[in-house]
């Protein structure tokens, strides 16, 4: 069973996830943390006052970081990263999901 964030937690890992991603889906979200596509609605919407989301419809849509944002200029090497992509599989689950936050936050992004 998934553990279940706060919308605080949650909205951290969403706005950490389309850092690194630039972009997503409300479906893959919903998915992802376990909650309805509405509550990703929402969420998006409150992220979209701190950060500049744009959502589009239908076919090839989504939900896009704009491409001038610029996330953590600090980023984990190779090495740190698999350390902790390690590590993540022998702890419980709270601190899988602590490390988790941490390779999504300075991970380097795929466009890199």
Partial sequence: ???K???YERRENIKLFLIKEKATTALRLSFMFDVS????MNDIVFLSSRLPIITTKGT???IFLNSDFDGPKEYLNSEEEQLLLKLC???T??????????INKFSVPKDK
């Fill in 37 to 40: 596509r509405q509550t990703i």
């Fill in 1 to 3: 069973m998934k553990e």
């Fill in 5 to 7: 964030l706060t919308t």
């Fill in 93 to 102: 689950s709270k601190d899988k999901m602590i490390l988790s936050n941490i």
């Fill in 89 to 91: 599989e022998k702890v």
């Fill in 60 to 62: 090839g849509g989504g």
